[in-house]
């Protein structure tokens, strides 16, 4: 017995020994691919010395004999930290995700091929200027010389993930980069989405008047009344069964309501304490780890330039140098159609034109998929742009038997010069020459708040189709594409893009709010991303005479929900102070204690607060009331409340209360009803989940961010060293915003919010502040990984400064690269 005993010990131990000893090979090779900083390294493609110094916070300040070599330094920085999240991206965009993924991105793969981007992005590199043109190449080169490293001295294949997802990377190309601008606007577009829910609603509605409560426009002057769907195509069915995108971090495509959004507000001198001029910015993401943002300064030849820049893309979309400040916002403009195409019945190789039958234009592609056989597509274009499947954005519940769908989107072009007006905004000196850098701005289109010495100014860029006046559905709903009137005309001049400059009150921001009301065609959207937010931020800038850096930060971190104050009151307002004292332990009892809570709350979703937890739970659960009985399964796809149509409902605006009442019930429900059983239904979601003890709640249990990596997130035990998990403020509508998933079982997962903030004070530019959401690394191993992300959660910010011997002063390493 005791022999056996001591021969079980023994193989114990050498397990245990295996097991450590596998570790510690793991953490050998994944480690081999952590970069040095500090190095003196001989590269191909430069014409002069780079200095690359990495202060305390592993911010990249670059600095070289002419631009080209500085673009060479950065690309070489970004592929030391993020060169997985970059060779992903570009696999994306190109539709190449299967070759290391398998059949899990197959789908991906498809949709991007049939967008084509890649292809445009490479016929798009020649209508590039000289200038970005040469940033382009030598940014390629700094890339490729990181991977010439890593393949000469066996540094790790580049990073952990390599290992795990072994795959031939090639050499960085300049087309890579235009085509990561193009998958920017795939995840900041939602009007696609938009225009598809719109007519599937209105196909389930029997009264289309109420078309305007459940999506409503935000408040303003109206529209005429749009025409029926189910006139326009009367073969489609009133429900059609949809097949959702697969919610998969490696998907592009933003779920509904998950698309970009952004905060971002100046103060000319006359507002501003220190006589200067102030500008903040937060443009909202959706979280990941590492964050899609990397911080950079860049001594360009005209001065130094620092902010944040997308790994992968050699410019710095939100950030300042000496002389100007810039911030982007989501524009909402609607660059986005859908055309319902009629095919030829004897040819279906044809489709309907104005002038008759045309062929589809087609291609083959062909696409390599792991561990599988390949699959070949045929890509179809119309004149209005390339045919979808019915598989795609759920296409197919709207498009009529013998059609397809095809899609006019401004970025679909091969003239896209949107890294040229990048590359002009960054060495423009002032407001009014960033503005004239913007005219060849493509897409994704965004709001530019700017700010130099003197002057504050907002103007959108990107290009904004022009479309006839007789358009079937202005834009809202898709339409036939053989009809004229229905098809685009060309762009809109420029300078009809929103501008203002220097307005009277000294004060302008954007916080994806309508901007402002003109006829159609020659609106900017009939949806916009935020009917809340704005009027928080309103209160916050009016409420002083004088802004200052702090204040303008103070603004960027508030959790005080407008929406919260304005609607309790309503949904509310037959509830509060009724009825007998309850006993312990009833749902009655349950339900006085959480709107005694909810009767002294002021609104703030902090993250230690029982009332924000309460409140967002009660909204979702009636909304989910509302509308149920008239959207049937449809009613799963509204996953976040829109507060316009609570308001709508409950102020009984053009009849809208009519949504209270149950139609299958014999009893008429009223309003009262529904938030009586509502908040029932809520807390007894959070008596399963978090406990029965309304006071001890926390907002923030719920309400964590999800900063995971989108590969290794989900891995066993690995799950607990990539990803990055923190308890936060805010919530879908505060000015500190934390969009909510809206997913079962954890609906109030932050998943989408401000993955870099900034702040910059003119007077004294090197006062200015920054932060994003996790660290520079991309690297789990790396202490650079999550250092800013506790930062980030509380509110801190690090030094957003052009001076080099502050940033050499503390540096983790100073990177010297010298001409071969």
């Not at 990941?288 to 893309?313: F, H, N, Q």
């Not at 100007?324 to 030829?344: A, C, H």
């Not at 197919?396 to 590359?423: E, F, I, N």
Request: overall charge negative; proline content about 7%.
């Amino acid at each position: 017995m005791g022999q056996i005993f001591r021969w079980l010990l023994r193989i114990a131990a050498g397990l245990v020994a295996l097991v450590v000893l596998a570790i510690g090979l793991v953490y050998f090779l994944a480690s081999q691919s952590l970069p040095d900083y500090s190095q003196t390294r001989k590269v191909a493609g430069l014409t002069a010395p780079v200095e690359i110094i990495r202060d305390n916070a592993n911010v990249p300040h670059i600095f070289g004999q002419d631009d080209p070599d500085v673009f060479f330094g950065l690309g070489y920085a970004h592929a030391q930290d993020r060169l997985w999240q970059m060779t992903t991206m570009r696999r994306t965009v190109q539709g190449r995700l299967s070759e290391v993924f398998g059949t899990r991105t197959t789908r991906f793969d498809r949709l991007m091929r049939r967008l084509d981007l890649y292809r445009l992005a490479q016929q798009s590199l020649e209508a590039q200027d000289a200038y970005t043109r040469a940033a382009l190449d030598a940014y390629a080169a700094g890339v490729n010389a990181r991977l010439t490293e890593i393949n000469d001295e066996a540094l790790g294949r580049g990073a952990p993930e390599m290992f795990l997802f072994n795959a031939p990377v090639a050499p960085w190309q300049p087309a890579d980069s235009v085509a990561l601008l193009k998958l920017m606007a795939v995840q900041l577009s939602g009007h696609l989405e938009e225009e598809v829910l719109r007519a599937r609603t209105a196909l389930m509605l029997d009264d289309n008047e109420r078309l305007r409560d459940i999506l409503p426009d935000a408040p303003g002057t109206g529209i005429a009344a749009l025409p029926e769907y189910a006139q326009m195509f009367p073969d489609l069915p009133r429900y059609a069964q949809a097949t959702a995108m697969p919610d998969d971090p490696l998907s592009p495509f933003p779920r509904h309501g998950l698309a970009g959004a952004s905060n971002a507000w100046a103060a000319a001198p006359s507002r501003s304490a220190s006589g200067g001029t102030l500008l903040a910015n937060d443009p909202h993401l959706g979280f990941s780890a590492p964050s899609t943002w990397y911080l950079a300064r860049i001594e360009l030849r005209d001065g130094g330039v620092i902010g944040a820049t997308i790994p992968g893309i050699p410019a710095v979309l939100s950030g300042r140098s000496r002389r100007l400040g810039w911030g982007v916002t989501s524009s909402y403009l609607d660059d986005q159609d859908v055309f319902i195409e009629k095919v030829n019945p004897q040819n279906p190789d044809e489709y309907l034109t104005p002038d008759g039958y045309k062929s589809f234009e087609t291609r083959p592609s062909i696409i390599q998929i792991k561990d599988a056989a390949p699959i070949t597509l045929t890509l179809r274009w119309t004149e209005n742009g390339p045919v979808l499947p019915g598989s795609h954005y759920n296409l197919g519940t709207v498009t009529p038997p013998g059609h397809v769908a095809a899609l006019g989107w401004t970025v679909l072009t091969g003239q896209d010069t949107t890294m040229t007006a990048a590359m002009g905004l960054m060495r423009a000196a002032t407001v009014q020459k960033a503005i004239a850098a913007g005219e060849t701005y493509i897409a994704p289109s965004q709001n530019l708040i700017l700010i130099d010495r003197e002057t504050i100014a907002f103007k959108t860029v990107g290009a904004a189709p022009r479309r006839d006046p007789r358009q079937q559905s202005e834009g809202r709903l898709p339409v036939q594409g053989w009809r004229t009137e229905n098809r685009w005309q060309g762009r809109q001049p420029y300078a009809s893009n929103p501008e203002f400059v220097s307005p009277r009150g000294g004060i302008l921001g954007n916080t994806n709010n309508k901007i402002l009301e003109r006829p159609f065609p020659n609106h900017i959207s009939y949806v916009w991303g935020d009917t809340q937010r704005i009027n928080r931020w309103q209160r916050l800038m009016q409420a002083r005479q004088v802004h200052t850096r702090d204040s303008f930060i103070e603004a960027q971190l508030d959790t005080v929900s407008f929406t919260a104050r304005s609607l309790l009151p309503l949904i509310g307002a037959d509830l509060w102070f009724t009825g007998q004292a309850a006993p312990d332990g009833t749902p009655e009892r349950q339900r006085q204690i959480a709107l005694s809570l909810l009767a002294e709350w002021n609104g703030e979703m902090n993250e230690h607060l029982p009332e924000p937890l309460i409140y967002a739970a009660w909204l979702r659960a009636l909304q989910k009331r509302l509308i149920e009985d008239e959207l049937g399964p449809l009613a799963e796809e509204y996953k976040h409340v829109d507060p316009v149509f609570i308001e709508r409902v409950y102020r009984d605006i053009d009849g809208a209360a009519i949504w209270c009442d149950v139609r299958q019930s014999a009893p008429r429900e009223t309003c009262t009803d529904m938030a009586r059983l509502a908040l029932d239904d809520a807390l007894v979601w959070i008596g399963e989940k978090y406990g029965t003890a309304l006071e001890s709640l926390r907002w923030g249990d719920a309400h964590q961010a999800t900063h995971d990596h989108p590969v290794l997130g989900e891995v066993p035990l690995l799950r607990y060293f990539v990803n990055i998990r923190q308890s936060t403020s805010g919530g879908d509508n505060t000015l500190q915003r934390g969009r909510t998933s809206g997913e079962d079982p954890d609906p109030f997962l932050n998943v989408h919010g401000a993955g870099y903030r900034g702040v910059y004070d003119l007077a004294d530019p090197d006062s200015s502040v920054f932060i994003i959401s996790t660290g520079q690394s991309g690297h789990f191993l790396s202490r650079h990984f999550d250092d800013l992300a506790q930062l980030w959660r509380r509110g801190e910010y690090i030094p957003m400064s052009l001076d080099a011997d502050l940033a050499r002063a503390a540096s983790v390493g100073v990177t010297h690269l010298v001409p071969e």
